[in-house]
T-cell receptor, first 115, second 112 residues
């Protein structure tokens, strides 16, 4: 089944403890992206990747890192999480960012709580 | 990036047709209009995409007038399961930087 898989689904952590949220897609998509969703603020893009080894900042990149060493994986790294990064996170992928848009496939989400 | 404006919320009775309009006054020539649906605590789901005139699929229709400054998502005969948030996005295609920006969306409530 074509899908975007995020792990974990739920995570509670303490301030300052490094964590990684994984994202993997099995559709050979070039484009991948991370979003966070907060009440009243909607979905905001954190980082995106046009292809392997190509990443760029979205609207709210502070406090996050990403890497794209292989096409299928796009992990989101929080080096030193803070409570204001408590949010619902979504990973998304799309066939291509430079040709006609085939739509984005989103993962099921990761609910992160930083205490 | 073209900014979009949608109603914050809409109510509809089951079985009715629902039309959600989105305005995007500064849409550019290379931009496409895309709509997504999101249920609580789930990722958005792609519904439909168009460039101009009318596009129809098994879920919805998308109407885009000639000036492309607005678009209307039409959901025929809604059911309770269509209660969700609907997002209108303007997507720019082309080489270079690429961002997909979601607005606040329209919260559709379908009433029995």
């Amino acid at each position: 089944e074509a899908q975007v898989t995020q792990n974990p689904r739920y995570l509670i952590t303490v301030t300052g403890k490094k964590l990684t949220v994984t994202c993997s897609q099995n559709m050979n998509h070039e484009y991948m992206s991370w979003y966070r969703q907060d009440p009243g603020l909607g979905l905001r893009q954190i980082y995106y990747s046009m292809n392997v080894e190509v990443t760029d900042k979205g609207d709210v990149p502070e406090g996050y890192k990403v890497s794209r060493k292989e096409k299928r994986n796009f992990p989101l790294i929080l080096e030193s999480p803070s409570p204001n990064q408590t949010s619902l996170y979504f990973c998304a992928s799309s066939l291509s960012a430079t040709r006609k848009n085939y739509g984005y496939t989103f993962g099921s989400g990761t609910r992160l709580t930083v205490v | 990036l073209a900014k979009t404006t949608q109603p914050i919320s809409m109510d509809s009775y089951e079985g009715q047709e629902v039309n959600i309009t989105c305005s995007h006054n500064n849409i550019a020539t290379n931009d496409y209009i895309t709509w997504y649906q999101q249920f609580p605590s789930q990722g958005p789901r792609f519904i439909i995409q168009g460039y101009k005139t009318k596009v129809t699929n098994e879920v919805a229709s998308l109407f885009i007038p000639a000036d492309r400054k607005s678009s209307t998502l039409s959901l025929p005969r809604v059911s309770l399961s269509d209660t969700a948030v609907y997002y209108c996005l303007v997507v720019t295609l082309g080489a270079g930087s690429y961002q997909l920006t979601f607005g606040k969306g329209t919260k559709l409530s379908v009433i029995p």
